[in-house]
């Protein structure tokens, strides 16, 4: 049974992604909508998750179109 990531894993996870995609064409955006999700999001989970799920529209548009 997967575990549950614990936030310092979380924020780990975002710094990683965040150097990975900073040269993204998107990068900008992801910024100006963490300061949003900041304002708006008290809880630094749910602060987390949100910005980690930025990330992956990050990752997967950035990929190739897949033929499924």
Not at 29 to 37: A, G, K, T
Not at 38 to 55: E, G, H, Q
Not at 56 to 67: D, G, V
Request: proline residues 7%; aromatic residues 4%.
């Amino acid at each position: 049974m997967p575990t549950v990531p614990d936030l310092a894993e979380l924020e780990a996870t975002i710094a990683r992604m965040e150097v990975r995609y900073a040269g993204h064409r998107l990068f900008a955006d992801y910024r100006r909508l963490c300061e949003r999700l900041t304002d708006d999001l008290s809880d630094p989970r749910d602060l987390a998750l949100s910005k980690a799920a930025v990330l992956m529209l990050l990752k997967i548009e950035s990929e190739p179109p897949s033929n499924s």
